[in-house]
């Protein structure tokens, strides 16, 4: 664990801050200021550096709501052999008036940091790896009335992530001629943090030159690993994923051009602890990335890459019938173990971190065989799916096939599924989360984000019962409840027909709740919409949206009206019935007739297109819009 302290002080100080404009009944005010209790400070990069406090007093003008500097002041008290930071700052202030305060702790000697205490700002440019004295604790007190005594008590923390790079393979480097010296990153981040706010602005590619490894390299925060690099990066208060390039050399810049390493969607976040390790020197592919907390004992969040090809079995209770899955390759296990007949009906599947599958081709869970339990994704994420099939291929999705399955609780970030196909059955049926399910299916609390690329060929028939998050096929009922389709620009889903931003046809009896979307859709032949290409059987959407473009690629002379109109910004087209409440489209709808003109006048206020069609004749049912049937 990330053992953490901040500057250490062992004094109290009293100050009068009374402008004589202000001058009126004193009161105490007093802030003992302190981080979270720690049990060590025996690592590396533990935050003993941070020893000089520095605190600032604002007086608030009740008129212009400006805040002037009455005092600014520092207490230099370094004992690196306390536990925790425990110092009484007291003022004497005056009663009715409003103040502020902001409290900062650094090390004496930090030349990377550059506090504006007018604006309440801190400048932030690291030249270095591997330096301690980086490192930095603050709190803002926000503005307060004085009407009395006052006690209180104040908690630092950082504004920066610590990123770490260890190596288990520095030995065996060393014996095949490759010795490490120095070591540093190149990084998102960064420059600029609003204290009042805890905003950070200017984004930079920081760059931290390489300089010596650290003395104390055995201490890794992961056991078995040397340190090869330590790092204080200012990033945003809520996790979010940035690139990494590892750079270094032996000393003399022998290894400075191809001796890199670069990592994607690694996790961060202000005030915790991100570490990447594996073989870093010897094997690029293989390396593990974690996120924890800098003053919590529990794991926080955890990102495990993969080679493509590692199956490692994961935790399985067979008394509770579950199945706890950490890493990209024991999900791997898992799709291996389904692919092999079992289909975990009565168990449920969980994941404990999120899983990067680092853009190497999947291979689904379900591939000809079924899933038939419960993935419960736990709130994490799922990066980087990818399947780039054969002519053969079809039923393609993190899972292919389920039946009687309910998937909850994960997101898919980045998607990239391209199926060659043919002209019969193959190259279809596929979505990120799943393929083709089958029976009754529930999926709820599920998004797919990021780059999402979802497409057959779509000038061959078998390219059909596509979407962003589910295909499709003959079912008895799908349930999809807050589910979200928010893609990056770029993205889209392609096919012939049945083509959807949500699902493709799956073909039964549908219900979906709080769904949207805002992904492009393509389809060839039509039969296409913003959130479902066909709404069979019988159709309930209720609170469902879509933003993204609808586009019937082309439409044949020989096509009639009930054909070349079966495109709408929710529903493509519909059979039976069909109630929306509460749904809206807010994308463009495109298609030409089949005299090539473009169709200006869509069907049913452009919410879902026209009833679907058997040789040409359009069928009976029942279409209902908030309330009114049409």
Same mark, same amino acid.
């Given at each position: 664990? *990330?053992?953490?302290?901040?500057?250490?002080?062992?004094?109290?100080?009293?100050?009068?801050?009374?402008?004589?404009s202000?001058?009126?009944?004193?009161?105490?005010?007093?802030?003992?200021?302190?981080t979270?209790? !720690?049990?060590?400070?025996?690592?590396?990069?533990?935050?003993?550096?941070?020893?000089?406090?520095?605190?600032?007093?604002?007086?608030r003008?009740?008129?212009?709501?400006?805040?002037?500097?009455?005092?600014?002041?520092?207490?230099?008290?370094?004992?690196?052999?306390?536990?925790?930071?425990?110092?009484?700052?007291? *003022?004497?202030?005056?009663?009715?008036?409003?103040?502020?305060f902001?409290?900062?702790?650094?090390?004496?000697?930090?030349?990377?940091?550059?506090?504006?205490?007018?604006?309440?700002?801190?400048?932030?440019?690291?030249?270095?790896?591997?330096?301690?004295?980086?490192?930095? *604790?603050?709190?803002?007190v926000e503005?307060?009335?004085?009407?009395?005594?006052?006690?209180?008590?104040? @908690?630092?923390?950082?504004?920066?992530?610590?990123?770490?790079?260890?190596? #288990? @393979?520095?030995?065996? #480097?060393?014996?095949?001629?490759?010795?490490?010296?120095?070591?540093?990153?190149?990084?998102?981040?960064?420059?600029?943090?609003?204290?009042?706010?805890?905003?950070?602005?200017?984004?930079?590619?920081?760059?931290?030159?390489?300089?010596?490894?650290?003395?104390?390299?055995?201490?890794?925060?992961?056991?078995?690993?040397?340190?090869?690099?330590?790092?204080?990066?200012?990033?945003?208060?809520?996790?979010?994923?940035?690139?990494?390039?590892?750079?270094?050399?032996?000393?003399?810049?022998?290894?400075?051009?191809?001796?890199?390493?670069?990592?994607?969607?690694v996790?961060?976040?202000?005030?915790?602890?991100?570490?990447?390790?594996g073989?870093i020197?010897?094997?690029?592919?293989?390396?593990?990335?974690?996120?924890?907390?800098?003053?919590?004992?529990?794991? &926080?969040y955890?990102?495990?890459?993969? %080679? &493509?090809?590692?199956?490692?079995?994961?935790?399985? @209770?067979?008394?509770?019938?579950?199945?706890?899955?950490? /890493?990209?390759?024991?999900?791997?296990?898992?799709?291996?173990? !389904?692919?092999?007949?079992?289909?975990?009906?009565?168990?449920?599947?969980?994941?404990?971190?999120?899983?990067?599958?680092?853009? *190497?081709?999947?291979?689904?869970? &379900?591939?000809?065989?079924?899933?038939?339990g419960v993935?419960?994704?736990?709130?994490?994420?799922?990066?980087?799916?990818?399947?780039?099939?054969?002519?053969?291929?079809?039923?393609?999705?993190?899972?292919?096939?389920?039946?009687?399955?309910t998937?909850?609780?994960?997101?898919?970030?980045?998607? %990239?599924?391209?199926?060659?196909?043919?002209?019969?059955?193959?190259?279809?049926?596929?979505?990120?989360?799943?393929?083709?399910?089958?029976?009754?299916?529930?999926?709820?609390?599920? /998004?797919?984000?990021?780059?999402?690329?979802?497409?057959?060929?779509?000038?061959?028939?078998?390219?059909?019962?596509?979407?962003? !998050?589910?295909?499709?096929?003959?079912?008895?009922?799908?349930?999809?409840?807050?589910?979200?389709? @928010?893609?990056?620009?770029?993205?889209?889903?392609?096919?012939?027909?049945?083509?959807?931003?949500?699902?493709?046809?799956?073909?039964?009896?549908?219900?979906?709740?709080?769904?949207?979307?805002?992904? %492009? !859709?393509?389809?060839?032949?039509?039969?296409?919409?913003?959130?479902v290409?066909?709404?069979t059987?019988?159709?309930?959407?209720?609170?469902?949206?879509?933003?993204?473009n609808?586009?019937?690629?082309?439409?044949?002379a020989?096509?009639?009206?009930?054909?070349?109109?079966?495109?709408?910004?929710?529903?493509?087209?519909?059979?039976t019935?069909?109630?929306?409440?509460?749904?809206?489209?807010?994308? /463009?709808?495109s298609?030409? %007739?089949?005299?090539?003109?473009?169709?200006?006048?869509?069907?049913?206020?452009g919410?879902?297109?026209?009833?679907?069609?058997?040789?040409?004749?359009?069928?009976?049912?029942?279409?209902?819009?908030?309330?009114?049937?049409?």
């Open positions: 664990m *990330f053992a953490i302290a901040a500057a250490v002080f062992a004094t109290s100080c009293t100050n009068e801050v009374l402008p004589e202000f001058l009126g009944d004193e009161a105490v005010v007093s802030f003992t200021v302190n979270p209790e !720690v049990a060590t400070r025996a690592e590396f990069g533990d935050g003993t550096k941070a020893n000089d406090l520095y605190y600032a007093v604002y007086l003008n009740t008129k212009t709501g400006a805040d002037e500097i009455v005092e600014i002041s520092r207490i230099n008290k370094n004992n690196p052999d306390r536990i925790e930071i425990e110092t009484t700052v007291e *003022f004497k202030l005056v009663n009715g008036n409003t103040y502020s902001l409290f900062w702790a650094e090390n004496g000697e930090n030349t990377a940091t550059y506090i504006d205490w007018e604006s309440k700002t801190m400048n932030f440019n690291p030249a270095k790896a591997n330096v301690e004295g980086y490192d930095a *604790f603050y709190a803002y503005p307060f009335k004085v009407t009395g005594r006052i006690s209180d008590d104040i @908690d630092l923390y950082r504004p920066f992530a610590q990123v770490n790079v260890g190596t #288990a @393979d520095y030995e065996d #480097a060393k014996a095949a001629g490759t010795t490490i010296v120095n070591a540093g990153i190149e990084i998102d981040a960064y420059t600029t943090l609003d204290f009042v706010s805890g905003a950070v602005a200017n984004p930079v590619t920081a760059v931290y030159e390489p300089t010596a490894l650290p003395a104390d390299s055995e201490k890794f925060p992961v056991a078995g690993y040397k340190y090869l690099s330590m790092n204080y990066v200012l990033v945003g208060a809520d996790k979010h994923l940035v690139n990494v390039k590892f750079n270094y050399n032996d000393g003399e810049n022998k290894y400075a051009d191809g001796y890199q390493r670069e990592y994607a969607n996790p961060v976040r202000r005030n915790y602890r991100t570490n990447i390790y073989d020197i010897t094997d690029a592919a293989n390396y593990t990335i974690t996120i924890k907390p800098s003053f919590l004992e529990e794991p &926080g955890e990102v495990n890459t993969w %080679d &493509g090809g590692e199956v490692t079995e994961p935790a399985v @209770d067979a008394t509770a019938n579950t199945i706890t899955v950490s /890493t990209a390759s024991e999900l791997a296990w898992v799709a291996a173990s !389904v692919n092999e007949g079992n289909t975990y009906k009565g168990w449920t599947i969980e994941l404990a971190n999120d899983i990067n599958l680092d853009g *190497f081709n999947w291979t689904p869970i &379900g591939y000809w065989t079924t899933f038939e993935f419960d994704g736990k709130g994490y994420s799922i990066y980087d799916l990818k399947h780039h099939g054969t002519e053969a291929d079809c039923y393609i999705g993190l899972f292919g096939c389920t039946n009687n399955a998937i909850k609780n994960v997101t898919i970030k980045d998607v %990239d599924i391209k199926l060659v196909g043919d002209n019969s059955w193959a190259g279809g049926h596929a979505g990120a989360l799943v393929g083709y399910p089958d029976g009754t299916t529930v999926i709820e609390n599920v /998004t797919v984000s990021g780059l999402v690329k979802i497409e057959g060929d779509y000038t061959k028939k078998g390219a059909q019962r596509i979407g962003a !998050v589910v295909g499709g096929f003959n079912c008895k009922a799908i349930t999809l409840n807050n589910v979200k389709v @928010d893609a990056e620009a770029g993205s889209y889903v392609k096919g012939n027909l049945y083509i959807g931003g949500v699902a493709g046809a799956p073909l039964g009896t549908m219900v979906m709740t709080n769904v949207e979307s805002n992904i %492009d !859709v393509f389809a060839q032949d039509g039969v296409v919409g913003g959130i290409g066909f709404a059987v019988g159709a309930e959407f209720t609170n469902c949206s879509a933003s993204g609808v586009t019937r690629i082309e439409t044949a020989t096509a009639t009206e009930n054909q070349y109109m079966r495109i709408g910004g929710i529903a493509g087209s519909w059979s019935l069909l109630t929306l409440t509460g749904c809206e489209y807010t994308g /463009t709808l298609a030409k %007739d089949n005299a090539g003109n473009a169709i200006t006048n869509f069907d049913n206020f919410l879902v297109g026209r009833i679907n069609s058997k040789d040409g004749v359009a069928t009976t049912g029942k279409l209902i819009i908030d309330g009114v049937e049409y």
